[in-house]
């Protein structure tokens, strides 16, 4: 069945760092992928999405881009900040719902 | 506000007493859906709903039981709930299905001792 792997965290970075994290699927068809994100305390809030090959989702400064070949969609963040600490869910709708793991953020000042 | 909302947040109960948490969203979502979130193991859903009285299982749905009488409510019954039922569950809910957006709750922690 369908699933996604991300990378284990948890993942500390310095204020103004590149930011990845890498996330692979395994899917029949053609999911549309996504990243959402999770605040302490909160529930999940979608952060970006693609929907076919080659798209590319960004919001707030992330990045993804839908890799077919690769069967990838890696989050990417030029420049992170404090206020980007949270818990990261790559995700793909198909045929079922599946979400990875998580990524815990931390960016300390 | 558009919102998803769920009660109760918090609750601590005891193995075999039927317990529903309820959910509901007022931006005339069709579809929706309920899951569970565990260490290590991401979110994992349960049971989803493509529009009222149409309901199907997810990927862990033993145990749990779920109605769609209603457009805006989608609640989830426990009917002899057990330790292993301990989570962090959230609503979730979206216009046409799990490839839009979907809108979260803000999770119902759940200790079942």
């Known amino acids: 069945g369908d699933s996604v792997t991300q990378m284990e965290g948890p993942v500390t970075l310095s204020e103004e760092a590149f930011l990845t994290i890498n996330c692979t699927y395994t899917?029949?068809?053609?999911?549309?992928l996504f990243w959402y994100v999770q605040y302490p305390g909160e529930g999940l809030q979608l952060l970006l999405k693609a929907t076919k090959a080659d798209d590319k989702g960004s919001n707030k400064g992330f990045e993804a881009t839908y890799r077919k070949e690769t069967t990838s969609f890696h989050l990417e963040k030029g420049s992170v900040q404090v206020s980007d600490s949270a818990v990261y869910f790559c995700?793909?709708?198909?045929?079922?719902?599946?979400f990875g793991a998580g990524t815990r953020l931390t960016v300390k000042p | 506000e558009a919102q998803v909302t769920q009660n109760p947040r918090y609750l601590i109960t005891v193995t075999g007493k039927k317990l529903t948490v309820t959910c509901s969203q007022n931006m005339n979502h069709e579809y929706m859906s309920w899951y569970r979130q565990d260490p290590g193991l991401g979110l994992r859903q349960i049971y989803y709903?493509?529009?009222?009285?149409?309901?199907d299982k997810g990927d862990v749905p033993e145990g749990y039981k779920v109605s769609r009488k209603e457009k805006r409510n989608f609640p989830l019954i426990l009917e002899s709930p057990s330790p292993n039922q301990t989570s962090l569950y959230f609503c979730?809910?979206?216009?046409?299905?799990?490839?839009?957006?979907?809108?979260f709750g803000p999770g119902t922690r759940l200790t079942v001792t």
């Open positions: 979730a809910s979206s216009f046409g299905g799990s490839r839009n957006e979907q809108y």
């Open positions: 995700a793909l709708a198909g045929g079922d719902m599946r």
């Open positions: 899917a029949t068809g053609y999911p549309s």
């Open positions: 709903s493509m529009n009222v009285e149409v309901t």
